[in-house]
């Protein structure tokens, strides 16, 4: 990376907060300044706007690298944090959850109906025999039930693990062995693309063979006609016939909440492993601070699905704990119409909207004629997580969503990693088109080279964090080792076993330094290529196609090359207006290869482009360039059982075929 070319990147426009923002924000640049100063007193006091049963003897204990421990001796309940101390506090009438089904159908669930709901759960699973240290499968659709379900299992002190609806049965069934799950808790279904989507079904098939299972609990959606068996339960006979009372009992700031499995690209997945009092404190504090949650006024809206760990971080954990009205939608962004989202910030007055660089690339590709019509007048800040943002999609998303004003935090952060790490202050940082900017305070972030030194400014590598964090994973649930070998080993003590170094976390991802020393990610170290002998990123050359004018997305791989070693193959999205029939198209795949020339240099010009119409994702939208290397290299496509929609593949491979 250190060869990175000397050109890219060489965005320069910036973007002071609003006036209006940056007098009123919740948190000023004095945060920075005083977790410099001791960074664990700031994390203590981020601790101190939780409620606690018990106060912590210790802030951190990292006696024993990699594992953390933090807040230690403290007691807390996270339901009672996200519940009850509000209700108690006199907002229980407050408006939680503004719920939208994809038919339509919506609900108004305020606070104290979620405790109620929260307690009747907590009391359900009780009587099923779910007690301290047990672990639920949550495979629900997005409907309020998946918080009430995850709320539940925190308050009686039971580990969730929620699964993605969209998973097989197979992924399903690996992930309730891995956790030896014993209830699962799903739905007859839920709704997708305007029909009932069956996740009952699924769960028959991956509970069969699994034998830690005890009983399924099935929320009624969509009226679907459902296997039956003696493990079942209905919800609404179990659940919402049981007491309302509940008295949440505090547990240790280190026993688990969560184990949420990540997908990874070829491994099994991981069982990220979370726990409480370190993992609210952070979730709640960047809730707090990077959204700028005003609980008496703001209508937040994080468009992510709860199966991801942005859900639960920025769904349920952070936002709850901060008392925040917010909206929950249960469908897709063109159901039944392209302007449903915009549509649902109208309707509700969404005032922050956290969504993904996926779903602005997608919006860009149909126009920008779309958000137009709506009244998004509401609307005073704008995130963006889980890829890095092009610049154009980031201007895109300022003009057009953002009416050339509001201000976008890029937030970088992992499953792993349980809250943010890496982001614009709303209120303090003038930040930059597709840059995060820099580390979160209390967050120790670095860009370091092959051999862990730290890059001066301008210089690229890899990306990682010197020192522990709150919301820190534990560990990989059941795998120590591991753990150990994944996120520690490339760098300090785990790679040289000198037990006087640091203890570094490699976070996976290749990152570059501005001659400002903000931070730009680059995506996972795997999908860097090399070219001649230079390293270089996919997303810089993506980044510069997307700048063209034609282009809405795209994706760009490293394919085996006999004279280059690796030699850049692309594949764009054309905008929804530009003509890509017969020679218009040869054309503009011509002015696109010259466009990346001149904007990142020669060296960066791709050997072949595609215009194709879709991209293979995986399903929390991130772009599968392992599938398009294959597709490159004319190899067979590999598992294509994560991705969104697999006929993409076959699109895509035929289009290869066509010799664009
Ligand atoms: C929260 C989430 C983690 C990986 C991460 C990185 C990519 C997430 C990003 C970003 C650039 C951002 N990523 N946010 N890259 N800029 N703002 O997405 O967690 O699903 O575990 O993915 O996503 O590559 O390492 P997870």
Not at 371 to 380: C, F, I, N, V
Request: hydrophobic share 40%.
């Amino acid at each position: 990376m250190s060869e990175a070319l000397a050109n890219l990147l060489n965005e320069t426009r910036q973007f002071p907060p609003p006036a209006e923002l940056a007098a009123g924000a919740n948190v000023t640049a004095d945060a920075y300044a005083e977790a410099d100063a001791d960074r664990l007193a700031f994390w203590e006091r981020q601790a101190g706007r939780l409620s606690w049963a018990k106060q912590w003897d210790q802030v951190v204990d990292w006696s024993t690298p990699p594992f953390a421990k933090w807040f230690v001796g403290g007691q807390l309940n996270v339901a009672y944090n996200c519940l009850d101390r509000h209700v108690e506090a006199g907002r229980g009438d407050k408006v939680a959850i503004h719920w939208e089904g994809e038919p339509g159908d919506s609900r108004t669930i305020t606070y104290a109906d979620l405790h109620r709901m929260t307690c009747q759960a907590a009391n359900a699973l009780t009587d099923l025999g779910v007690t301290a240290g047990d672990r639920v499968a949550i495979y629900l659709p997005m409907i309020p039930e998946a918080a009430v379900a995850m709320l539940a299992c925190a308050r009686i002190g039971a580990t969730h693990s929620v699964v993605f609806g969209g998973f097989s049965a197979e992924s399903l069934t690996n992930r309730i062995q891995d956790a030896t799950a014993k209830v699962v808790i799903t739905a007859d279904g839920g709704y997708r693309r305007g029909k009932p989507s069956a996740l009952k079904p699924t769960v028959d098939e991956a509970v069969a063979n699994c034998p830690s299972v005890e009983h399924v609990l099935v929320v009624r959606r969509t009226g679907e006609e459902v296997g039956w068996s003696a493990r079942d339960h209905w919800w609404h006979e179990t659940v919402e016939q049981a007491s309302t009372e509940h008295a949440a009992q505090p547990f240790d700031a280190e026993h688990p909440l969560f184990i949420l499995y990540t997908s990874g690209t070829t491994a099994r997945p991981k069982g990220i492993l979370h726990t409480t009092g370190g993992y609210l404190t952070q979730a709640s504090y960047t809730a707090h601070a990077v959204f700028d949650l005003k609980p008496e006024t703001d209508v937040y809206w994080c468009t992510a699905d709860i199966g991801w760990v942005t859900g639960h971080s920025y769904i349920v954990y952070g936002p709850l704990s901060n008392g925040v009205t917010q909206v929950m939608y249960e469908g897709t962004p063109d159901t039944p119409h392209k302007g449903r989202f915009w549509e649902i910030v109208g309707r509700y007055g969404v005032t922050i909207l956290y969504t993904a660089p996926t779903l602005i690339r997608t919006m860009m590709k149909w126009g920008e004629d779309i958000p137009a019509g709506y009244d998004l007048s509401s609307l005073r800040l704008l995130g963006s997580v889980g890829e890095p943002i092009n610049p154009e999609a980031w201007m895109w998303y300022r003009q057009h969503v953002g009416g050339g004003e509001l201000p976008i935090v890029d937030t970088w952060w992992q499953t792993e990693t349980g809250a943010m790490m890496i982001s614009p202050l709303p209120g303090v940082t003038a930040a930059k088109p597709g840059s995060a900017m820099a580390p979160l305070p209390g967050v120790s972030a670095d860009v370091v080279d092959d051999q862990g030194q730290s890059v001066p400014n301008g210089g690229g590598g890899y990306l990682v964090l010197r020192e522990p964090w709150p919301s820190m994973l534990r560990t990989i649930w059941g795998d120590d080792n591991r753990f150990i070998e994944t996120y520690w080993s490339r760098f300090g003590a785990g790679a040289t076993g000198d037990s006087g170094d640091p203890w570094i976390y490699f976070a996976g991802d290749g990152a570059k330094k501005d001659d400002d020393g903000h931070i730009w990610l680059l995506g996972r170290v795997d999908d860097v290529m090399l070219v001649s002998g230079h390293n270089i990123s996919t997303t810089e050359v993506e980044s510069a196609l997307v700048s063209h004018p034609s282009v809405a997305e795209a994706a760009v791989v490293g394919a085996t090359d006999p004279t280059t070693g690796q030699a850049i193959v692309a594949f764009a999205i054309p905008r929804g207006n530009a003509d890509t029939s017969g020679e218009a198209g040869e054309q503009l795949i011509a002015d696109l290869r010259n466009h990346v020339a001149r904007t990142l240099g020669p060296i960066a010009k791709p050997r072949q482009i595609m215009l194709v119409p879709e991209l293979p994702k995986t399903r929390s939208g991130k772009i599968m360039r392992r599938l398009l290397r294959d597709v490159a290299e004319n190899r067979s496509l590999g598992d294509v059982t994560t991705l969104q929609d697999s006929s993409v593949m076959e699109l895509i491979a035929s289009g290869m075929g066509g010799g664009k």
